[in-house]
């Protein structure tokens, strides 16, 4: 199975930006959707956004216009870069990749995101 390993977070002020890191251990071409997730203290996990193997993309409404992701097939690396954040993107960030098939991994242990000033 391909493994994904989340990396990229950190601290950063309200406005600032952040790229987030989806490095898989294998090819990313047979993978039909990779997507972000996100868990702040206390609350249920919410799906952030996808992106398709054809390279097509979506965004939950909270995040639309601030973030985007993308994909480097020869990297075998998802990214999502993060501009304008806010103190509510505080959260850890997850990548979960699956194929028709079913996941390609469980969950990893995500990377850090906080936002304050």
């Known amino acids: 199975q391909v493994q994904l390993v989340e990396s990229g977070g950190g601290l950063v002020q309200p406005g600032g930006s952040l790229r987030l890191s989806c490095a898989a251990s294998?090819?990313?071409?047979?993978?039909?959707?990779i997507e972000w997730y996100r868990q702040a203290p206390g609350k249920r996990r919410e799906w952030v956004a996808y992106?398709?193997?054809?390279?097509?993309?979506n965004y939950a409404d909270s995040v639309r216009g601030r973030f985007t992701i993308s994909r480097d097939n020869a990297k075998n690396t998802v990214y999502l870069q993060m501009n304008s954040l806010k103190p509510e993107d505080t959260a850890v960030y997850y990548c979960?990749?699956?194929?028709?098939?079913?996941?390609?991994?469980?969950w990893g242990q995500g990377t850090q995101v906080t936002v304050s000033s």
């Open positions: 294998g090819s990313i071409a047979s993978i039909n959707l």
């Open positions: 979960y990749g699956s194929t028709r098939s079913g996941p390609v991994s469980g």
């Open positions: 992106i398709t193997d054809t390279g097509d993309p």
